[in-house]
């Protein structure tokens, strides 16, 4: 057998835990060099500082309450508790080092490889597999995040992660599937205290960790019930220390007014440029607020519905088309040791990589078996030019698309389901509230799972695009 058809060969096996085990280790040590590099260098910025108090204040045993400049401490629940309750856990073990949460993302970083090959070999075979894992493993956007002391590298490691387990268990039999779908359950809980509208998924990851339409429907509800389990303690403390009841944090109104209110741009805005509406002006409890921002929100949308509509190709251009959010939270935290022409040039690489993978995503979805394929294929030659203009957005609802129109064999895809799930949640949160860069990031490791698809090897009578 000559070279070239014994790498064929090789290709084409199937997948192998040694494979899944190469790609962790891998990915793991870039991530610990990306810590290296941070180590000292940058300081928590933006909503990571945050994150940093809150997690000291855990771990000294003070809980998520919040020090005001005049001496007072109030309970808090504005951000979700889950990242700085994670990382307070280290700094209550080893001390309160911003490294150390760096390292908490290094870790989830590396597991998340482990389940974008898992997800990934599911359907296709070894090779593709070992690509898209090492792809996540080297991604530059979630290379370059991992120093930065924010929820979505963490959630979309999740994701991933929880992906995985739900193929790994329905493909099990016998007495431990049932603990082991209450394990997802609880990690989709996790997610839930750590990004909210993880919640969406939860019923996804359920069906997928069963096979049979009965069996499904029970298992996406247990696992939904899980989660909702997992967060309950903490929406109880809420109900007892806040002035409302909050199933995990105190900002959904917040973030409506802000993608609302008059001088809403799609992007983030802050409440000072906005300006505190009337009604909220003397209102002071933090859940309370929320309630009140959100009526102003909703008012705002209702006011001036067409307004507001109109707002949502720029919401999701933010989260879709830019990348950089890796490049603006170094440089933000320390400009002299990552400039601006780094900053460009990191946003660049991501870009390039990004697209790519949508691309291939595209690809695989209009090859993969089942129903409606000619309409897949022509979905695919409209979307992927979007790609290279300002529409990517527009792209990414292009694949759901798609998705959707594998009809039953979607049930035989986890990759295209899951892809498609997370990129459609996506879609709709940040189209009612309002988009950034950051957001895109959850959506990365499944949709580079499903671009691997891409990578099989054409088969005869198989159409091209």
Not at 46 to 57: K, L, Q, S
Not at 285 to 308: I, Q, W
């Amino acid at each position: 057998m000559s070279a070239p058809d014994r790498l064929r060969a090789a290709f084409a096996a199937p997948a192998t835990q040694r494979q899944a085990a190469v790609l962790v280790v891998l990915a793991l040590v870039v991530r610990l060099g990306a810590v290296l590099w941070a180590h000292g260098r940058f300081p928590p910025a933006d909503d990571g500082h945050f994150y940093h108090v809150v997690a000291e204040r855990i771990a000294a045993g003070l809980g998520y309450t919040w020090l005001w400049p005049d001496g007072a401490v109030t309970y808090a629940a504005h951000y979700p508790v889950g990242y700085p309750a994670l990382i307070g856990a280290v700094y209550a073990l080893f001390g309160s080092a911003p490294t150390l949460a760096m390292g908490v993302n290094a870790a989830f970083g590396a597991l998340g490889v482990w389940g974008v090959h898992r997800i990934a070999r599911s359907v296709v075979p070894g090779g593709p597999a070992f690509v898209a894992g090492l792809v996540v493993a080297l991604h530059p956007s979630l290379v370059a995040y991992t120093p930065a002391l924010m929820t979505e590298g963490v959630t979309a490691a999740l994701l991933a992660i929880l992906g995985a387990m739900a193929v790994s268990v329905g493909e099990r039999t016998g007495r431990w599937v049932g603990p082991l779908r209450l394990g997802i359950g609880a990690l989709a809980g996790l997610a839930v205290l750590i990004r909210p509208q993880s919640l969406l998924l939860a019923p996804v990851f359920g069906a997928f960790s069963a096979s049979g339409a009965r069996a499904r429907v029970r298992a996406a509800l247990l696992v939904s019930v899980v989660a909702i389990g997992v967060c309950l303690p903490w929406t109880f403390r809420n109900c007892a220390r806040m002035d409302r009841c909050v199933l995990v944090s105190a900002n959904m109104g917040w973030n409506l007014f802000i993608g609302a209110a008059e001088g809403a741009t799609g992007t983030w805005v802050s409440i000072d440029e906005l300006g505190v509406p009337t009604a909220c002006r003397e209102v002071f409890g933090e859940a309370d607020k929320d309630r009140c921002f959100g009526e102003a929100g909703l008012d705002a949308v209702l006011r001036h519905p067409l307004r507001y509509l109109g707002l949502v190709p720029a919401k999701l251009l933010a989260t879709f088309d830019w990348s950089g959010a890796p490049g603006h939270y170094l440089h933000t935290s320390n400009p002299a040791a990552f400039g601006a022409r780094a900053k460009l040039a990191l946003g660049i690489a991501e870009a390039v990589v990004q697209r790519l993978v949508v691309l291939a995503a595209l690809l695989a979805l209009a090859r993969a078996p089942g129903a409606n394929a000619r309409a897949r294929r022509l979905l695919a030659a409209l979307a992927i030019p979007l790609l290279f203009v300002r529409l990517a957005w527009l792209a990414h609802i292009v694949l759901v698309a798609q998705a959707l129109l594998l009809g039953r064999a979607l049930t035989r895809r986890p990759d295209a389901a899951l892809a498609a799930a997370v990129v459609g949640t996506t879609l709709a949160t940040h189209a009612v509230f309002f988009g950034a860069g950051r957001y895109g990031l959850v959506c990365v490791p499944v949709l580079v799972a499903l671009a691997g698809a891409a990578l099989v090897p054409r088969v005869a009578g198989e159409r091209a695009l």
